[in-house]
């Protein structure tokens, strides 16, 4: 049998994502009525122009530099990292020619033999996240023999005492270092780890990740909040900063989704009592909107009104956690802070809504979020958010040879990156905004924090 027939399983999962734009009349903003065919196809073509961009200057390598239209390798060798992320939102879209071309170089070209350290968490979000969905979709088991090749690379990672992963690993020897990590490279492995052995029957993958998971959340503090880093050799905080930014942020994402994804009653425990301590210690309702700041772990007490684009995230996992009361209150602040810069900063003081950091590494998480309400709310104003972050893109970070990354929001001045999360992500989910609710059916898939569509299966 050819391999590269689809399985049955794969058929039925790829029409359950399959797209099905609704006839519907010009300016159709009924989000029950199936989307916005026009919008929906304005997105498609934007990321056929920041695809053909990187297949002509950085083909074969792991993104393109859309300024000097040079390729970059993150660790000096290709691992096809945009055509790996990218896959499933081409599938996605029904790009099927671009998709067959993508799908071919990785399964001929991709090669983890290789004697780099890697970071376990972007390598595992995007690399194995990417393979586990694009194979679901296909059913390619060339794609599935990758991931558990892969999978089986990055174990060595979690041999610490604690069972907590070192932050690097090395893909041929198995070397590790980075013992200071912090809680989002130690928890946001399951999802992949999990579907890698529910796929391979396997549970070592699953038991590792899952063992990471609650070895970080037995060190959670007395008010049952997580610090900024901590030593995976000796257990030890070594940095008492809490909040849900860039760092700790999917530690809190893949608590909730590996209960969706796998129904784990201990992460569906971890998760509730975490979001407790959150609402309870790091919320703030100021006067400038609803915000989640930066609070000591141990007492509470609040530190920095600091909130960015990272941030935004966490009002679609509110979404999802059926609070959408929070959800629409933190997706309004983060829309303010869109709207104040005209492109959203990485992060500002909430209180004097001043930039802090004031890049723009073309991030996706507010229109995340803004899918999410939608999705669940079916309210059109998400529409009106979504054509709002596209003419954005267009107008501040359109490229010749594809999307540029912006250095400062306020002067406009752009970067040259793409990162291969804009395909895998921010342009995913602003397609899915515009499209049909049943285009993917979130009682049956979970994304990864890359936006990876991984699929509830059935526990061995």
Known sequence: MDIRRPSACALLFS??????????GPG?????EGG????????????LHAWKGYQRFAGGHDELKPLTKQP???YGVPLEMTPVDALDTMLLMHLDAEAATARELIATKLDFDRDIYVKNFEITIRLLGGLLSSYHLTGDTRLLKLAENLGDRLLPAFRSPTGMPYMFVNLKTGGVRGAVSNPAEIGTLLLEFGTLSRMTRKPVYYDKAKRAVVELYRRRSPIGLVGSAINVETGAWTDAESHISGGIDSYYEYLLKSWLLFGDKDCQRMWRASLEALDRYVADDAPTGFWYGHVDMNSGTRVSRHFGALDAFFAGELALADDLDRARHLEDSSYKMWRRFGVEPEEIDYQTMRIVSGAYPLRPEIIESAYYLLYFTGDPRYFEMGRAFLESLLKYCRTEAGYASLSDVEAKTKADEMPSYFLAETLKYLYLLFSPRDTVDLSKVVFNTEAHPLPRLPAE
């Open 15 to 24: 029409a359950l994502l399959a797209l099905s734009v609704a006839r519907a």
């Open 28 to 32: 159709t903003r009924n989000f029950s």
């Open 36 to 47: 916005d065919p026009a919008m929906a196809e304005r997105v498609r073509s934007e990321f």
């Open 72 to 74: 970059h390798d993150w």
